[in-house]
């Protein structure tokens, strides 16, 4: 095989949670008295974390107690409503099950919170990913590339037999950052022209082809 390790990113790239995001981030900032946003500024403002994605959608001149509060907020409201109408793109599954039975190993690298990666896999993916870290403390997160050096050293591959498949410009420098191959998804929360212009090895537009890539 030409990969023995396929790395995803979580939001955008194997589960559609944009809804599920837009609707916390909105619930913490009516409760703490900003603003609501449109889903696709969420999706603009993602990609770097949940503090990140509070800091981006309160408004300018906010002070870090009051951000704090709203991502505390958003923190306790997303653990009973991450799944409430998330649910993964067309194919995933089939191209998952796909890869593991040619004997690929996977993983999940995600700036999302690491228990709520941890729990969505359970949830939509029992038993198909060999490792999955989110954002943790103490630990630089994407586009830094800890965490997927950290899956690689776990799961026994070089970078040189490993490909990261995201959907933003943070994964394809993370990629970067790591050494390892970046497979850049359309269909996700970044537009196409983002992936080549941070120069994503290859795009493409539907699951199957990265079964293709990989094998």
């Known amino acids: 095989m030409k990969y023995k390790l396929v790395i995803f990113d979580m939001d955008g790239t194997i589960l559609d949670t944009l809804e599920d995001l837009a609707n916390?981030?909105?619930y913490a900032l009516h409760t703490n008295g900003f603003p609501e946003r449109t889903k696709?500024?969420?999706?603009?403002?993602v990609g770097n974390g949940i503090l990140k994605l509070i800091?981006?959608?309160t408004p300018e001149g906010t002070t870090q107690e009051q951000i704090g509060k709203t991502f505390e907020t958003f923190i306790e409201y997303y653990k009973d409503h991450k799944s409430d109408t998330t649910k993964p793109y067309p194919q995933i599954m089939?191209?998952?099950i796909a890869l593991k039975e040619a004997g690929h190993k996977l993983a999940v690298v995600s700036n999302k919170a690491d228990q709520a990666v941890k729990d969505l896999c359970l949830e939509?993916?029992?038993?198909?990913f060999d490792a999955a870290i989110g954002e943790r403390v103490g630990v630089a997160k994407k586009p830094a590339p800890d965490s997927v050096n950290e899956v690689m050293k776990e799961l026994?591959?070089?970078p040189e037999d490993t490909v990261y498949v995201g959907d933003s410009d943070v994964d394809v420098m993370t990629a970067k950052n790591a050494n390892v191959t970046c497979i850049g998804v359309t269909w996700?929360?970044?537009e196409k022209e983002l992936l080549e212009s941070t120069g994503a090895n290859f795009i493409v537009f539907s699951?199957?082809?990265?079964?293709?890539?990989v094998k």
Do not use: H, K, M, S
């Open 24 to 26: 916390t981030a909105n």
């Open 40 to 45: 696709d500024e969420v999706r603009q403002f």
């Open 55 to 57: 800091e981006r959608a």
């Open 94 to 96: 089939e191209l998952l």
């Open 124 to 128: 939509y993916f029992p038993n198909i």
């Open 156 to 158: 026994a591959c070089a």
């Open 188 to 190: 996700g929360f970044r």
């Open 207 to 213: 699951a199957t082809e990265i079964f293709e890539i």
